[in-house]
């Protein structure tokens, strides 16, 4: 029997007390399995009344069966669900059980793995899985229920058509130097890649804010001690996570909290304060301070009201990673007595967006907000769809090839040869998001991913 065809048996349901626990067998053949455990035949897709027996005809537990013969289940496999009650100890046995009868136990994400191998998802709704189970926000529920459904896979079959439609015009040519060149324009082939690269583009930026729905920002609040950073930490996420004192170097080490602002996930690292310091403890705090700052999306730079930015302040903006996107924040206006404000331009001598708040009052907060979605390039768009780091790079891949298959064919004397195998890899990086073209040991990384019993 071949691997995937051994029954493999896990618990469906969180750990700890609740009022139901569930036990999930996928295999082949489990209608015995089923009787084996119940005592009766289990007719199909219908809820049954069933005591679960042990080996010697002892009760473990009384609840309910289903089960549901293939090709018609989520892996397309035959499988049998358990109801029991939700005891840690019972659900245990039930498992066991389980076992017992033959089944082995589910690696993580294996039950969605062999629904993808089963032509059930594909790997783009395989992700969706888990991403709608993890999803930390709303809009992030919603756009992973989109993916599940396939919203995100048929853009991309879409343009998987489309490329293949092309590449059998392209290499039908192929033949015939003499009239290929000509052919091809005659088809238009120039301006469907450019249609193409347009589509492409569009269901990128879908994805990219989809990606954004799934994963979050990671933003950083940096700058010297005692300017509010632990401040604005507690007014972003409603809640005293950190002390607040007028003594510099009240904070040692990194503080987190996440947070949504219209849905999108925020990531929000407050950290000790830089400056000099002959404190061992403080000077790991700040060396913290630049790592979380290296892996950061986003910096919210901390500067006083008060006073202009000093030498020290302009060494901490100079020392930031090149790339990495910034927000000054002029902190305690409730001491200088400004109205909140915008400066998309800058102010001071400091150039890109600046916001002036206060962190102890709260005005300005929604000034910062919306900075915080505009820099991460957010949309409110019901054609979201959750899309991972892995469909971005592969949707910029099919974009590269598309390009280097567009410059060739503007060429003198395009090479064909050339042109046709660029529209293949741009093919073949876009089959990848939906499995179609997928090496298994990425199969192996993205399902491993997945929690035991899904």
């Keep these: 029997m071949p691997e995937k065809a051994i029954a493999i048996a896990a618990i469906a349901t969180p750990t700890g007390r609740g009022g139901v626990g569930i036990v999930r067998v996928s295999g082949r053949d489990l209608a015995a399995f089923g009787t084996a455990l119940t005592g009766k035949a289990l007719a199909p897709r219908r809820a049954a009344r069933a005591d679960f027996k042990a080996n010697d005809g002892s009760l473990i537990d009384s609840g309910l069966a289903l089960y549901f013969p293939a090709p018609a289940s989520f892996?397309?496999?035959?499988?049998?669900?358990?109801?029991?009650?939700?005891?840690?100890?019972?659900?245990?046995?039930?498992?066991?059980?389980?076992?017992?009868?033959?089944?082995?136990?589910a690696e993580p994400g294996e039950f969605t793995r062999r629904a993808f191998l089963n032509g059930k998802l594909d790997l783009a709704q395989a992700e969706a899985v888990a991403d709608l189970i993890d999803a930390s926000t709303a809009a992030a529920a919603k756009s992973a229920a989109r993916s599940l459904t396939g919203?995100?896979?048929?853009?991309?079959?879409?343009?998987?058509?489309?490329?293949?439609?092309?590449?059998?015009?392209?290499?039908?040519?192929?033949?015939?130097?003499?009239?290929?060149?000509?052919?091809?324009?005659?088809?238009?082939?120039?301006?469907?890649?450019?249609r193409l690269d347009e589509r492409l583009q569009e269901v990128h930026a879908r994805a990219k804010r989809g990606k954004l729905l799934q994963?979050?920002?990671?933003?950083?609040?940096?700058?010297?001690?005692?300017?509010?950073?632990?401040?604005?930490?507690?007014?972003?996420?409603?809640?005293?996570?950190?002390?607040?004192?007028?003594?510099?170097?009240?904070?040692r080490d990194a503080l987190k909290s996440s947070i949504q602002i219209h849905?999108?996930?925020?990531?929000?690292?407050?950290?000790?304060?830089?400056?000099?310091?002959?404190?061992?403890?403080?000077q790991i705090g700040i060396a913290r301070t630049w790592k979380a700052v290296s892996e950061a999306d986003l910096a919210l730079f901390l500067v006083d009201a008060r006073a202009d930015l000093t030498p020290d302040d302009r060494a901490i903006l100079e020392k930031l990673p090149e790339g990495l996107p910034r927000v000054v924040v002029r902190n305690k206006i409730d001491l200088t007595h400004e109205p909140p404000e915008k400066h998309p331009q800058g102010i001071g001598g400091v150039e890109g967006v600046v916001i002036s708040l206060s962190a102890r009052t709260g005005q300005g907060l929604e000034l910062l907000e919306a900075a915080l979605l505009e820099i991460a390039g957010w949309q409110d768009a019901e054609d979201t769809f959750v899309a991972?780091?892995?469909?971005?790079?592969?949707?910029?891949?099919?974009?590269?090839?598309?390009?280097?298959?567009?410059?060739?064919?503007?060429?003198?004397?395009?090479?064909?040869?050339?042109?046709?195998?660029?529209?293949?890899?741009?093919?073949?990086?876009?089959?990848?998001?939906?499995?179609?073209?997928?090496?298994?040991?990425?199969?192996g990384e993205i399902f491993s991913r997945f929690c035991i019993g899904k």
């Excluded at 933003?219 to 002390?243: E, H, M, R, T």
């Excluded at 991972?388 to 390009?403: F, P």
């Design 263 to 282: 849905g999108i996930p925020l990531h929000i690292i407050d950290t000790a304060g830089l400056r000099e310091s002959r404190d061992e403890v403080e």
């Design 151 to 194: 919203a995100f896979s048929r853009a991309i079959h879409a343009l998987v058509e489309e490329l293949t439609s092309l590449r059998m015009l392209v290499e039908a040519t192929l033949d015939f130097p003499e009239e290929e060149i000509d052919f091809l324009r005659q088809a238009d082939a120039f301006n469907r890649i450019a």
């Design 388 to 443: 991972r780091e892995r469909h971005l790079r592969a949707i910029d891949t099919g974009a590269e090839h598309l390009a280097l298959a567009r410059a060739e064919f503007e060429t003198p004397a395009p090479a064909l040869e050339l042109f046709a195998e660029n529209l293949r890899l741009a093919q073949n990086a876009l089959s990848q998001i939906t499995g179609e073209f997928t090496p298994d040991d990425l199969l």
């Design 75 to 105: 892996t397309g496999e035959d499988v049998l669900e358990l109801h029991g009650h939700g005891g840690t100890v019972v659900i245990n046995l039930l498992l066991a059980r389980c076992l017992e009868l033959g089944a082995r136990l």
């Design 215 to 251: 994963a979050g920002l990671h933003v950083v609040l940096i700058g010297q001690p005692n300017v509010g950073k632990s401040s604005l930490l507690n007014l972003l996420s409603g809640d005293d996570l950190a002390i607040v004192t007028a003594t510099p170097g009240t904070t």
